[in-house]
């Protein structure tokens, strides 16, 4: 029976794809900052584990008693929306600890294990952004790329050690989540010049025409995980398949 580890099963993606493993017979070790029994009742397939992607002893604690893991799916993210010039720094550098070093350094801590047993799948869950950036999300956006580009290098370099890297790239859907979970004003990062080109941006996030459901992603880290044919992109959702058969 295989085991996999999901960075950020709080809610949303982590938590749909914790709960299609489950489902399919894995065992699961599913991470969070804080873990919560009431949303993913642990059993014999299924431990929840307290893991913060930017601390490196949280790493190193989560990894050092989770026995074998087949495949490590990193989910974890945050992000901001807003004009960029009126984006704090200690922000953008807040987006970058989790989308980008936080992905890296769990990537690091489990390369070393993949490498010695021959085997292993690494997923990497970035965005739709990176097929076609949007407005007003320059910080997260620059974030998800860097993983686009390092994920790319790394499945050349990890291949010769049967170890499969990929990118799942979600588009966008009501778990989509920008200023909710960071301690920011979303109207301080609207400043007044930029108002009249944000409001139809922000409606449009509204009612998106095409939605990504959770089970969506769900789906395409499973099929990401049992890919043999060196497909390295997954678009996850109508909008974000529709976005990469244009690019």
Same mark, same amino acid.
């Given at each position: ?121 690494? $997923?990497?869950?970035? &965005?739709?952004?990176?097929?076609? @950036?949007?407005?007003?999300? #320059?910080?997260?956006? =620059?974030? /998800? ?79 990401? $995980?049992?890919?043999? &044919?060196?497909?390295?992109?997954? @678009?996850?959702?109508?909008? #974000?398949?529709?976005? =990469?058969? /244009?690019?």
């Amino acid at each position: 029976m295989k085991t996999i580890m999901i960075t950020g099963c709080s809610s949303g993606y982590g938590l749909e794809t914790a709960r299609r493993f489950l489902s399919e017979g894995w065992n699961v070790i599913a991470t969070m900052r804080t873990p919560r029994e009431d949303i993913l009742p642990p059993g014999p397939r299924l431990r929840l584990v307290p893991l913060d992607v930017t601390d490196p002893a949280s790493i190193s604690a989560a990894l050092a008693d989770s026995g074998p893991i087949d495949v490590l799916v990193n989910n974890a993210g945050i992000g901001v929306v807003g004009a960029f010039e009126a984006t704090p720094m200690d922000h953008v550098r807040k987006v970058f600890e989790t989308n980008t070093f936080g992905v890296m350094a769990m990537t690091q801590a489990i390369v070393p294990r993949f490498r010695s047993q021959k085997s292993g799948v690494l $997923v990497n869950v970035t &965005s739709s952004v990176t097929l076609a @950036p949007m407005p007003l999300a #320059a910080a997260y956006t =620059a974030s /998800k790329m860097a993983i686009e580009g390092f994920t790319g290098s790394l499945a050349h370099e990890l291949g010769i050690f049967d170890v499969r890297v990929k990118l799942v790239e979600p588009g966008y859907g009501p778990t989509t989540r920008f200023a909710a979970n960071t301690d920011i004003d979303l109207d301080a990062l609207i400043p007044e010049p930029y108002r009249t080109f944000a409001a139809p941006i922000f409606a449009a996030f509204a009612n998106p025409p095409l939605v990504t459901k959770e089970t969506d992603v769900a789906d395409a880290v499973w099929r990401a $995980v049992h890919d043999l &044919s060196g497909q390295l992109r997954f @678009p996850a959702g109508p909008d #974000a398949v529709a976005l =990469a058969q /244009k690019s």
